[in-house]
């Protein structure tokens, strides 16, 4: 069961996890299975069309930018500022947005994941207090407790490769997605999920989700 508190009534839901576990997938089907409001429990989450669905980084965004056109990304300067477009958009949505639910496309969770040069969960908390400090924001953790729900899919490493590597063509992947890259990251994630958990529930209030895999969805 996935509690959904609130604060001032907004909520923030994240799906989280690696490169080609599905997450998109999700996202886009939980999106348009909203948006058509052909469920009645999801109409009466809805509030009449009250969510924002948001992919991260934004569009328009320097980070956007740099990971859809440049090759050899500098991975840590990417993460600094997928964090500031993180953060700017956390702003926005609880100062400047109506809406009261925002769904995303990677959050918090993955940007620390994918940060390698910071080392344990609160080294990356307090850079990102650097930035939350200056937003008109609730203190972290109030808002981490009332606020945010991060759902981290996750499936057999063998599946996930073979859908980045067999199922895609070379010209279909980020620069990121080659075997090297994806072996460091595993290594880190696997790392973080089996020494961190209790540092990661109280940073980001994880909940594992494991999809059925079949052969239709490889």
């Not at 990304?73 to 958009?89: A, G, T």
Request: hydrophobic share 35%; with cysteine.
């Amino acid at each position: 069961m996935i509690y959904l508190n609130t604060f001032k009534g907004k909520r923030i839901i994240c799906i989280e996890g690696l490169d080609c576990v599905g997450k998109t997938t999700i996202f886009n089907s939980t999106k348009n299975i909203i948006q058509r409001n052909n469920n009645p429990i999801l109409h009466a989450l809805n509030y009449n069309g009250n969510i924002i669905f948001e992919h991260f980084p934004t569009d328009g965004s320097e980070a956007r930018r740099i990971r859809k056109t440049e090759k050899n990304i500098d991975e840590e300067k990417l993460q600094s500022l997928m964090l500031e477009d993180l953060v700017d958009r956390t702003d926005k949505f609880f100062n400047k947005d109506k809406e009261s639910v925002m769904i995303c496309d990677r959050y918090l969770f993955s940007n620390y994941v994918y940060s390698f040069n910071m080392k344990s969960v609160s080294e990356f908390l307090n850079t990102l207090s650097g930035y939350w400090a200056q937003k008109n924001l609730p203190m972290y953790d109030i808002f981490v407790k009332n606020c945010l729900t991060t759902i981290v899919v996750s499936i057999p490493e063998d599946v996930r490769l073979k859908r980045m590597f067999f199922n895609r063509s070379e010209s279909e992947r980020d620069s990121n997605e080659n075997e090297i890259y994806q072996q460091k990251l595993y290594d880190r994630y696997y790392n973080i999920m089996s020494h961190d958990r209790y540092q990661l529930d109280k940073a980001f209030n994880v909940k594992l989700y494991y999809p059925q895999i079949n052969d239709s969805i490889l």
